[in-house]
């Protein structure tokens, strides 16, 4: 009588389609949680610069003409476009405008998708340092004291901020995410 010892050849072939299965799904299920991860901080991290975003915005919006002192200089709204803003405000309340820090500029650059800050306005050459990336839309609507439209600069009393961000999935696809406030003139 003889024992058989070991396996055959088509039992060892069973063992390896079944293991190599075992194996691809398992190498499968590891590369989706892992892109279904990257894709959760993607949208972790634009959420977070669109509130950041928003805060800064609204605060230096909020300062918008303050001139605690009256002094004759300052402006309040410079400038005022759908993309962008111009503005003073005397933000170490000394009574005068120091151009290199206290003349704001915000502006959306479109073809980037960029929104960008202006320093040194006032002395002639402006640097311009990104804010954000990954904006799709950027919109400032200027509104006088009773709520419409304002007419002219000097009518400004509320503007409403829109932005919207977008990125990509690792998975396909883009995500977006909107934010909006309205942000009340406290100084005109």
Request: hydrophobic residues 45%; proline residues 2%.
């Amino acid at each position: 009588m003889m024992y058989q010892k070991g396996m055959t050849l088509v039992e060892l072939m069973v063992v390896v389609v079944i293991t190599s299965i075992i194996g691809i799904a398992m190498v499968n299920m590891f590369t989706i949680s892992n892109r279904t991860f990257m894709d959760q901080n993607k949208i972790i991290d634009v959420q977070r610069d669109g509130r950041l975003v928003m805060m800064y915005t609204a605060r230096v919006l909020r300062e918008v003409g303050l001139n605690p002192l009256n002094s004759p200089d300052f402006q309040g709204i410079r400038e005022a476009s759908l993309t962008g803003i111009r503005i003073d405000r005397d933000s170490d309340i000394d009574g005068n405008l120091d151009n290199a820090t206290e003349i704001i500029s915000l502006k959306f650059d479109v073809p980037r998708g960029v929104l960008m800050r202006g320093f040194n306005e006032g002395v002639g050459n402006v640097s311009w340092h990104d804010i954000a990336n990954n904006i799709t839309a950027f919109n400032l609507s200027y509104f006088d004291e009773d709520g419409a439209p304002a007419a002219t600069l000097a009518d400004i009393r509320a503007i409403r901020v829109a932005i919207d961000f977008q990125d990509s999935k690792f998975l396909g696809g883009d995500f977006t995410r909107s934010y909006s406030t309205r942000v009340v003139l406290r100084n005109l």
